[in-house]
């Protein structure tokens, strides 16, 4: 079975990567980085319900 691989992008420069899960200690290729977020669908939103 494959590791599992996730996509991230980078905050500073905006480079997408892919990481295997779990791993750590990874920076950005381009810009040497450390901080990853997970990319979302362009033009969306997270909304929640106001209860």
């Known amino acids: ?3 599992l ?3 991230y992008k980078c905050l500073r420069c905006g480079q997408l990567t892919w990481t295997e899960a779990g791993s750590t200690g990874k920076s950005c290729r381009s810009c040497g980085y ?3 977020v997970k990319p979302r669908k362009g033009g969306r939103h997270k909304i929640l319900k106001a209860e």
Request: aromatic fraction near 12%.
């Open 1 to 3: 079975m494959d590791p």
């Open 5 to 7: 691989e996730i996509r």
């Open 34 to 36: 450390r901080i990853f």
